[in-house]
Structure formats: structure tokens, C-alpha cells
């Protein structure tokens, strides 16, 4: 019983000492960010890496989630023979909600585990530590491209999701479900605001790309340098992405829920 | 040399795809069916009180969508709303007589223009007008009414 609760109290310390170690490593990172834009090729390569790479994933996700969206809001819509409003109602999900969060898990997925096993394979054969020797600040060669990369892919990543999600529910409710094409496209331009919707969706995605980008790159420069403790760092950075993404979305939404 | 020439194409790529959607999505206008249309003519009808008709609204022949609301305005001389409706050249044999009324898609859905032909010989020309309208039936302004008339006795 002692035992137990001991073993909780010590895990829970652990869970702190890496929540704390990661907001430190974070405050520890900022001044390297200007820095980093003078290196532009390391972000480029990164770009290519977390952003290019992770694009037709994205946009094959964006695709079949507006598809779904449009066939199962049109079970509902019909009831209320109001189909007409597909297009606002997918358009509204999918850049409000759908696009960052679910952007952002698959950057986690496809991106945050790459990151996090190169830079742990990297800790793993002392590469961090030879550079190190060699007075190259790992911090600004390694950690900061990488994040800025994934703050600057993941706007964008979420753009082209939610375009695609948005043209699959165009096929799927005009071609297959009878909804009118007029209709489909004034009710979004009637009903998706530019600030309420767009704005935050974008800085939704903004803030994902930060944290998630982060976490891979914490996870990672941090792991046990064993080759079970890389695979450990990939699972880790994302299930705690995931949680924390979906756990930091329920707070942006309601700080920017519109006033009714 | 050209690996980093293939990395810098498929970023410029990446990043111009992601302009362009971020660009489709604050624009969100683009409308296929206006871009492709075939032969139109447009006709102007007034109304009293257009509800919340919109632009690009469907105008429907018994029930079939033969056109699109064009613009809409406000005209100050009369205070009524002018609709322009831009209709399929196929249909351009609708009599003077026409008239149009703003119906609802079911109880919910969007508002849209509805045309009851007349029994005229002459026909609607390009940049006519119809004169007889009926304007939007507002479903607040009609339970308020119900409810006046059913109070007690």
C-alpha cells in the first residue's frame, strides 16, 4: 500500500521534473530563434524534412475527413431539409476545429517522431556531444531550425488540410449527395467569418506547430542514449503531443469562441 | 549540388501550395458554377423585404434551378431591395407576367428565388423587370401574428 503510493508520488516527481525540464528548455531556446533566420539553408533542409515530406499525408487526411464530414452531416442535415447548409457546416468544422487539431497530430505522427529519433539517434552516438567539443552550440545547429520549421510548416500544413477537406465535401455533396453547387459555396462565404473562423484557426495551427515541434525536439535531445530509449523518445513525443494538443485545443476554443 | 537543388524546389512547392490555400480559404468565393456558365440574361425584380436572400441564391422554376441571384441592392428613390436574376438562356421564354416570390428551402434552409410563370404573350426581355413580387415570408413576423390572433376570447 506505502509502496504504492510512494511509487505514484515518485512518478509523479518524474512527470514534473520533465514538465519543468521542458518549460526550461523552452525559455532556454529563445534567444536562438532570430539567431537561427540568419542560418536560412538549416531551416530550408528542415522545411523539406517536417513540412514537404508530411504533404501528401496531409493532404490525403484533409481529403477523406471533408468526404466523411459531408456524408455524415448530410444523415443529420437532411432531417431538416437543410443540406443546403453542408458547405458552411463542413467549411466551419474543418477550419475552426478539424484542420489544426487534426493537422497536428499528424505532423506529430509523421514529423515529431522523425524528429525526435534523429536528434535522439544523435544524442545516442555523441554527435551532440562532439559538437559540443567543437564549440558549435547544438542548440542553435540542431534544436532551433527544427522548431522553426515546424512553427512555420504546420499554418500552412493546416491550410492545405482544410482546403482539401473542403473540396472533398464539394465532391462528395454536390456529386454524390445532390447538394446545389450554389448553395454549397454561398453558405460558406455567408457563414465562415475571416476573423472568428480563419484568424483562429490559423493561430491554432501556429501554436500546435510550436508546442509539437518542441516536444519532438525536447523528447529527443533529452532521451536515454540507448537505442530502447530512441524508440522510447518517438512514442513519447507522440502520445504526449496528442494529449497535450487535444488538451490545449479545448482551452484555445473556448478563448475564441465567438459572443452569441 | 542538384539534391539541394531538388530540397529548394520541393519546399518552394510546398510553401506556394500552402500560400494558395490559406489564399482559398480567406477568399472562400470561388464559385465553379459561375465560371463556367453558359448564355444568360438578367432580369430585376423588387421586393419589399428580401429576408436574408444572398447572393448566388438559386432562382427555381417550379422547383428546378434555372439561375442565380446576380446582386442585390437597395434602391433609396423607393426604398426597395433591387435583385438582379441572372437565368439560363434555354429559359428565355418566360412571360411579362412572371412572378417571383423569395421561398425557403424547407423550414431551415436557405432562401431562394421561386418564378411562376404567367399567361402573357410577351415575353421577359435581357434587362427587364418583374413586377409582380412577393416579398420574404419573415417566420418570426408570422408566429407573432398567430399568437395575437389565438389569444383568448
Known amino acids: ?10 512518478s509523479f516527481g518524474q512527470f514534473a521534473a520533465n514538465f519543468g525540464g ?18 536560412p539553408r538549416l531551416i530550408t533542409e528542415q522545411l523539406y524534412a517536417v513540412g514537404a515530406l508530411s504533404l501528401v499525408l496531409t493532404m490525403f487526411g484533409g481529403l477523406f475527413v471533408g468526404m466523411v464530414l459531408a456524408l455524415q452531416s448530410h444523415s443529420t442535415l437532411v432531417e431538416f ?6 458547405g458552411a457546416f463542413v467549411s466551419e468544422t474543418m477550419v475552426r476545429e478539424l484542420g489544426p487539431v487534426v493537422t497536428a497530430l499528424l505532423f506529430a505522427g509523421r514529423a515529431g517522431s522523425a524528429i525526435a529519433s534523429e536528434v535522439g539517434l544523435m544524442r545516442a552516438t555523441n554527435q551532440i556531444a562532439a559538437m559540443e567539443l567543437m564549440a558549435v552550440d547544438p542548440m542553435q545547429r540542431i534544436v532551433a531550425p527544427r522548431v522553426l520549421a515546424g512553427v512555420i510548416s504546420m499554418p500552412l500544413l493546416t491550410a492545405i488540410f482544410s482546403m482539401m477537406g473542403i473540396f472533398g465535401a464539394y465532391l462528395v455533396g454536390t456529386r454524390l449527395l445532390g447538394v446545389d453547387e450554389g448553395a454549397f459555396w454561398s453558405q460558406i462565404n455567408a457563414r465562415v467569418d475571416m476573423h472568428q473562423d480563419v484568424a483562429s484557426g490559423f493561430l491554432k495551427s501556429i501554436i500546435f506547430g510550436a508546442s509539437a515541434s518542441l516536444m519532438a525536439v525536447f523528447e529527443g535531445y533529452y532521451c536515454q542514449p540507448t537505442p530502447a530509449g530512441v524508440s522510447r523518445a518517438a512514442t513519447r513525443t507522440v502520445v504526449i503531443t496528442s494529449v497535450w494538443i487535444l488538451l490545449l485545443d479545448f482551452i484555445l476554443t473556448g478563448l475564441t469562441l465567438p459572443k452569441v | 549540388m542538384s539534391a539541394v537543388r531538388a530540397i529548394d524546389i520541393s519546399v518552394g512547392m510546398f510553401i506556394l501550395l ?14 465553379p458554377s459561375q465560371v463556367n456558365a453558359g448564355e444568360t440574361y438578367v432580369v430585376e425584380a423588387r421586393f419589399d423585404h428580401i429576408g436574408d436572400l444572398k447572393i448566388r441564391a438559386p432562382v427555381a422554376l417550379a422547383g428546378v434551378t434555372i439561375g442565380r441571384v446576380a446582386e442585390i441592392t437597395a434602391d433609396p428613390a423607393d426604398y426597395r431591395a433591387v435583385v ?9 421564354n418566360l412571360p411579362i407576367d412572371t412572378d417571383a416570390t423569395i421561398a425557403t428551402a424547407g423550414l431551415l434552409g436557405g432562401k ?7 399567361g402573357d ?11 409582380f413580387t412577393q416579398s420574404a415570408i419573415l417566420l418570426e413576423n408570422l408566429i407573432g401574428k398567430y399568437m395575437l390572433n389565438s389569444s383568448p376570447e
Open chain 1, 1 to 10: 500500500m506505502i509502496a504504492t503510493v510512494r511509487d505514484c508520488w515518485q
Open chain 1, 22 to 39: 521542458f518549460q526550461m528548455f523552452s525559455f532556454r531556446l529563445l534567444p536562438y530563434l532570430p539567431k537561427a533566420l540568419l542560418r
Open chain 1, 81 to 86: 431539409s437543410s443540406i443546403d447548409s453542408m
Open chain 2, 18 to 31: 500552402g500560400l494558395v490555400s490559406a489564399l482559398f480559404l480567406v477568399v472562400q468565393t470561388i464559385d
Open chain 2, 84 to 92: 438582379l436574376l441572372r437565368i439560363d438562356s434555354s429559359f428565355d
Open chain 2, 112 to 118: 431562394y428565388v421561386e418564378l411562376t410563370p404567367g
Open chain 2, 121 to 131: 404573350s410577351e415575353m421577359l426581355a435581357d434587362q427587364g423587370e418583374i413586377t
